[in-house]
């Protein structure tokens, strides 16, 4: 299992006022907004910031080809509920435990919380993931993806998709973990095929051939 202290951490502090996005190449103003178009609504996340008319930031080469560029300054903070959120998303594995050590070395204050943090943080892991089960038919087979950068996988197991995200994470892709349906899945590599052919997607499930498309 991965956990917050196998990874290098750094000094935290915005050096600029949060909010003060811009894009690193055009240099037009930021924000910390989704692209207003994305065509794997649904079932991958957008991209986390956008211009301000809600274009994408412009493209930069990244470790597996083009993706948009990383603002530069000082993002909004997540809320300590939504930190929580997007670890388990990529460390579904992680324990309470593990959640409250990372967001201690994120600066995060757990004191601030509503009753005990562990307490707190354990109900919050729950309700994710009832509403992850809540979401797909108990009948139908999961497949795990794993989307960062202009590169897809999907594997049949849950710790195979969190090494792959951890992966990613450190490339610093920023990955989005999902479960799907087998259904979702061929509908979402559908859309990637027609609409982002650029997008190496990566089947390493054992049910199926292997290979990227």
Same mark, same amino acid.
């Given at each position: /299992?991965?956990?917050?202290?196998?990874?290098?951490?750094?000094?935290? #502090? %915005?050096?600029?006022?949060?909010? &003060?996005?811009?894009?690193?190449?055009?240099?037009?103003?930021?924000?910390?907004? %989704?692209?207003?178009?994305? %065509?794997?609504? #649904?079932?991958?996340?957008?991209?986390?910031?956008?211009?301000?008319?809600?274009?994408?930031?412009?493209?930069? %080469?990244?470790?597996? #080809?083009?993706?948009?560029?990383?603002?530069? *300054?000082?993002?909004?903070?997540?809320?300590?509920?939504?930190?929580?959120?997007?670890?388990? !998303?990529?460390?579904?594995?992680?324990? @309470?435990?593990?959640? !409250?050590?990372?967001?201690?070395? =994120?600066?995060?204050?757990?004191?601030?919380?509503?009753?005990?943090?562990?307490?707190?943080?354990?109900?919050?892991?729950? =309700?994710?993931?009832?509403?992850?089960?809540?979401?797909?038919?108990?009948?139908?087979?999961?497949?795990? /993806?794993?989307? #960062?950068?202009?590169?897809?996988?999907?594997?049949? &197991?849950?710790?195979?998709?969190?090494?792959?995200?951890?992966?990613?994470?450190?490339?610093?892709?920023?990955?989005?973990?999902?479960?799907? +349906? =087998?259904?979702?899945?061929?509908?979402?590599?559908?859309?990637?095929?027609?609409?982002?052919?650029?997008?190496? @997607? +990566?089947?390493?499930? +054992?049910?199926?051939?292997? *290979?990227?498309?």
């Amino acid at each position: /299992m991965t956990t917050p202290h196998d990874h290098d951490h750094h000094a935290h #502090g %915005p050096t600029v006022a949060p909010g &003060s996005l811009r894009c690193p190449e055009c240099g037009e103003p930021a924000r910390p907004v %989704p692209p207003g178009r994305w %065509p794997l609504d #649904g079932f991958a996340s957008r991209p986390a910031t956008s211009h301000h008319d809600g274009t994408p930031l412009c493209p930069v %080469p990244g470790p597996n #080809g083009s993706q948009p560029a990383d603002p530069i *300054g000082a993002p909004a903070r997540l809320t300590i509920w939504q930190a929580v959120r997007q670890s388990w !998303l990529i460390h579904p594995d992680w324990t @309470v435990a593990d959640h !409250l050590a990372w967001l201690d070395d =994120e600066a995060y204050d757990t004191g601030t919380l509503t009753g005990d943090p562990a307490e707190v943080v354990g109900r919050w892991l729950a =309700e994710h993931r009832r509403t992850a089960l809540m979401s797909r038919p108990a009948d139908e087979a999961r497949v795990y /993806m794993v989307a #960062g950068g202009d590169r897809v996988a999907v594997f049949d &197991s849950a710790d195979e998709a969190g090494v792959m995200a951890a992966t990613m994470t450190g490339a610093n892709l920023e990955p989005v973990t999902l479960c799907l +349906t =087998e259904a979702q899945w061929e509908q979402a590599h559908a859309v990637l095929r027609s609409q982002q052919p650029h997008v190496t @997607v +990566t089947n390493a499930r +054992t049910d199926r051939a292997a *290979g990227a498309s």
